[in-house]
């Protein structure tokens, strides 16, 4: 299992996240590509970085949200959103083109990446940019009990789908993420966060706010680098695997 961050989600002057600090103990990063967060600078230095530390590249689409960071759900036409989405990995795949870097995977960022794995139109729409763009790029979305709506679009559209986890955050019995609005949304307790992974591991559950064990494939675990201490989990994660 592989650990990933969002990461490249500076913008100007404005600066968000400690990707130099994060980024040395995963294996994926998800770099932001303009909509949401990032700028040219921001991206062509997000790539940079990631060849210094050799890890994946994906690309971290998103609404046109900078005020709301792209956590909003926005009133778009599927057809709005298989460009954009299109748009804005083409931008990344430049940087990484300039930069001599491989762009492996595609990761929806927060209300695009909700609302696709909540109406399978959304995410079809999504993974037809990722096909019309290149088919080899693998397409990350979020593991859930029942993935075979999102595994049917993937196998027409010639797409391998990337499994998510999120490390701390909450779940519901369907394995949907808790809403952050919901009480107990995150686990901020690092031992709970460890538990979960070596569960996750050792035999493939995951579980939920209301104690439930849940079965969820998991080819990837979502940390983050917001802070020192979302830093300090990412280390601790890296050691107990």
Same mark, same amino acid.
Request: glycine share 8%; net charge negative.
């Given at each position: 299992?592989?650990? @990933?961050?969002? *990461?490249?989600? %500076?913008?100007? %002057? ?8 994060? $980024?040395?103990?995963?294996?994926? *990063? @998800? ?7 990032? =700028? ?5 230095? %997000? ?20 005020? &709301? ?9 599927? =057809?709005?959103?298989?460009?954009? /989405?299109?748009?804005?990995?083409? *931008?990344?795949? *430049?940087?990484?083109?300039? !930069?001599?870097?491989? #762009? +492996? ?5 927060? &209300? ?6 909540? =109406? ?13 763009? =290149? !088919? ?5 979305? $979020? ?13 027409? #559209?010639?797409?391998?789908?990337? +499994? ?9 019995? !369907?394995?949907? $993420? ?7 949304? /995150? ?6 966060? /460890? ?6 591991? @050792?035999?493939?559950? #995951?579980?939920? #706010? %209301? ?13 983050? &680098?917001? @802070? ?14």
């Amino acid at each position: 299992m592989k650990l @990933n961050c969002d *990461a490249g989600e %500076s913008f100007g %002057s404005w600066k968000m996240g400690l990707d130099e600090a994060v $980024l040395p103990y995963v294996d994926m *990063a @998800n770099f932001a590509c303009g909509f949401h967060a990032g =700028d040219p600078q921001i991206m062509d230095a %997000s790539i940079k970085l990631a060849l210094k530390h050799n890890i994946q590249i994906g690309a971290h689409p998103a609404y046109p949200d900078l005020m &709301g960071f792209g956590r909003r759900s926005m009133a778009c036409s599927l =057809d709005e959103i298989e460009t954009m /989405v299109l748009y804005q990995v083409g *931008a990344l795949y *430049a940087f990484c083109k300039a !930069n001599g870097a491989t #762009l +492996y995977y595609v990761k929806p960022h927060g &209300g695009l990446y909700n609302d696709m794995m909540k =109406d399978v139109r959304i995410f079809k729409a999504v993974a037809r940019a990722v096909a019309r763009f =290149d !088919n080899t790029l693998k397409l990350m979305i $979020l593991s859930m009990v029942d993935t075979s709506a999102y595994d049917a679009i993937a196998c027409e #559209l010639g797409l391998e789908l990337l +499994y998510e986890v999120f490390a701390d955050r909450a779940y519901d019995d !369907n394995g949907l $993420l808790v809403p952050r609005s919901q009480k107990g949304s /995150v686990i901020h307790e690092s031992e709970a966060v /460890v538990a979960r992974l070596k569960l996750l591991q @050792n035999e493939g559950l #995951l579980e939920t #706010l %209301s104690g439930k064990r849940i079965a969820l494939k998991a080819d990837t675990l979502c940390v983050h &680098g917001d @802070n020192e201490a979302a830093v300090k989990l990412v280390e601790l994660l890296r050691k107990s695997m």
